[in-house]
């Protein structure tokens, strides 16, 4: 079983940046690792993932230039967040999966472990 535990979010001014962090127990067993967010009433998004082994990142279109991804340690992983919006204030989710893939998965159900989210909020 792999626990993973977000830090970094709070309040924050429109423009503004927070850096988010995730720490796995382990991550011997994992091939991708990924952040998602959720604003209420919404539908849980992917932002983006690393290829854990290979450092391999991806990135969803809408964040691409505002948002990084990053391997910081073999257990660490980064969500650098700039320029951010309202429309950004959200919980944001770091997840796992053990299950290998050829290309990227951007659906929550093939990731297995999840965090217990960590909330942004942006003001205007």
């Known amino acids: 079983q792999v626990q993973l535990v977000e830090s970094g979010g709070g309040p924050v001014q429109a423009g503004g940046s927070l850096r988010l962090s995730c720490v796995a127990s382990d991550t011997f067993s994992l091939y991708y690792m990924a952040w998602f967010r959720q604003a209420p009433g919404k539908e849980r998004e992917f932002l983006g993932a690393?290829?854990?082994?290979?450092?391999?990142i991806y990135y969803e279109d809408s964040v691409k230039g505002r948002f990084t991804i990053s391997k910081v340690t073999e257990t660490t992983m980064h969500l650098q967040l700039n320029s951010l919006k309202p429309e950004d204030t959200a919980v944001y989710y770091c997840a796992a999966s053990p299950i290998w893939s050829s290309s990227v998965q951007t659906t929550a159900d093939y990731y297995h472990y999840w965090g217990q989210g960590t909330q942004v909020t942006v003001s205007s």
């Open positions: 690393i290829r854990w082994s290979l450092g391999r």
